[in-house]
């Protein structure tokens, strides 16, 4: 019988074989093969967390082997990440429970040839504290993150507050809920979603955004989402769009958006007063963002356009959610540590560089310009926004004071959150007028 531990090393194969996303290689999944939700629930955290762990399980493997990792079998080596994961990180699974598990599944899966070697090894887990970091383990293998993110981070925030980081984004993620009290009261929306039987708090810094730490599934499948009186986001994600402070009447342009949700908390700043032209380069992800606005009747026009080069009407308010490496969400994204190199900071400031002064062509005088990331790194944010300024002198950093949770600013007034202070997702957002003419 296929169970959960199957679907889980089937995704895994998936994943490691391709170049894909890992959600995307999930989904893909759970649409060809039809999963008890019980088995997609365990196979979700097993893909999860052994991708967000791979760095320290690899570690402990390699205390055992007498080869090089390189040369295990693929499938070998993916089941003894989930092995070890098992074993010594999931309180759920009692180790010699774990052990004979695997054992049995490689016999089945792979033949007895390599069952040996499965069991000699997980039963090395016996030796292994996993609560204790060896004394010649590196940061990077302990925390589970390539060394370069490690080494870059110690020297933007100091090896404390690094490890501080690390050991924020390897926690469980939380789920933030937006609500939309434009066509509901607050009151009105907590009700309903009081019967779904879901546990919420307040979401940090905000009165319209709670946090879920589970039950997602069923908020999806409600009327609640399908009405559009709630959105998943997270607070920090909205804090972008208040410090853009969109108005009624507003024409606003919202670039690289899909899949909307930014566009989405737009509609109900205007007032669904105005006019919002959001696009995105990518067909796919554009398509995405124009369904779900569709099924809400927001007052959105989307196009497929690239930002670095096509034309726009002009705007009084402009959002650039640009590209980039993602570091300040891989607290939620297991991959994206894995997916990136050193060199790709470099490469999207390139990108993001050509976005913003291609779209500040299109601002209005006296019109606000948000240049907005999802990174942690000083190069995408900042440095991307003081080259900016140097380039045009017509454009200058207007305060976010009092748009946005007035502890969220940093010293030259743009919102910048740090996951373990502020209990969010890491966000830059840069608040830019265009002078009067």
Same mark, same amino acid.
């Given at each position: ?36 939700? =019980?088995?997609? !629930? ?52 009692? $180790? ?41 383990? @590196? ?16 020297? =933007? ?5 690094? &490890? ?8 469980? @993620?939380? &789920? ?15 009700? $309903? ?5 879901? *546990?919420?708090? $307040? ?6 955004? &709670? ?10 499948? !409600? ?44 509609? *109900?700043?205007?007032?669904? *007063? ?7 380069? !990518? ?68 990108? $993001? ?58 010293? =030259? ?25």
């Amino acid at each position: 019988m296929k169970d959960a531990r199957y679907h889980a090393f089937q995704i895994l194969k998936k994943y490691y074989r391709s170049n894909n996303r890992l959600k995307s290689v999930r989904d893909q999944y759970y649409k060809n093969n039809k999963l008890h939700q =019980q088995d997609i !629930s365990r196979s979700l955290v097993l893909t999860n967390e052994v991708v967000r762990w791979q760095g320290r399980l690899d570690y402990w493997i390699n205390l055992f082997l007498d080869k090089p990792m390189h040369k295990l079998h693929p499938s070998v080596h993916i089941i003894l990440r989930i092995g070890f994961f098992e074993a010594l990180m999931d309180e759920f699974v009692p $180790q010699h429970a774990a052990v004979h598990s695997w054992v049995e599944f490689t016999k089945k899966e792979l033949g007895k040839k390599f069952s040996g070697l499965v069991n000699a090894l997980l039963r090395k887990t016996n030796n292994i504290d996993p609560n204790q970091k060896d004394k010649k383990q @590196s940061l990077s293998a302990w925390y589970s993150y390539p060394a370069w993110i490690i080494d870059k981070w110690i020297h =933007q925030f100091g090896e404390d507050k690094t &490890i501080e980081l690390c050991e924020y984004l390897n926690m469980p @993620s939380h &789920i933030d809920l937006r609500l939309n009290c434009m066509t509901e009261s607050k009151n009105t929306i907590l009700s $309903q979603l009081d019967k779904l039987d879901i *546990e919420t708090i $307040q979401s940090p810094e905000s009165d319209c955004f &709670i946090r879920v730490d589970s039950g997602l599934r069923n908020v999806i499948k !409600s009327e609640l989402f399908t009405k559009g009186l709630i959105h998943v986001q997270d607070r920090a994600s909205g804090a972008v769009v208040e410090l853009l402070d969109p108005q009624p009447g507003d024409i606003v342009l919202d670039v690289c958006a899909a899949p909307g949700t930014k566009s989405g908390y737009i509609v *109900e700043k205007i007032k669904n *007063e105005g006019k919002i032209f959001a696009s995105d380069a !990518s067909q796919v992800r554009m398509l995405t963002g124009e369904k779900r606005s569709n099924e809400l009747k927001w007052p959105i026009q989307w196009k497929r356009k690239d930002a670095s080069e096509d034309d726009f009407p002009m705007a009084d308010r402009i959002l650039i959610d640009a590209p980039c490496t993602g570091t300040g969400v891989m607290g939620r994204r297991t991959d994206i540590r894995w997916r990136r190199e050193k060199e790709d900071v470099e490469s999207m400031v390139i990108i $993001q560089k050509s976005i913003i002064a291609h779209m500040a062509k299109f601002l209005k005088p006296g019109g606000v310009m948000v240049y907005a990331t999802c990174s942690l790194e000083m190069e995408e944010n900042w440095n991307v926004v003081k080259w900016f300024l140097k380039l045009d002198d017509n454009f200058c950093i207007d305060s976010g004071k009092d748009l946005v949770p007035n502890n969220w600013l940093n010293a =030259q007034k743009c919102l910048e959150t740090f996951p373990p202070r502020d209990k969010v997702d890491g966000m830059f957002a840069a608040r830019i007028r265009k002078n009067d003419e």
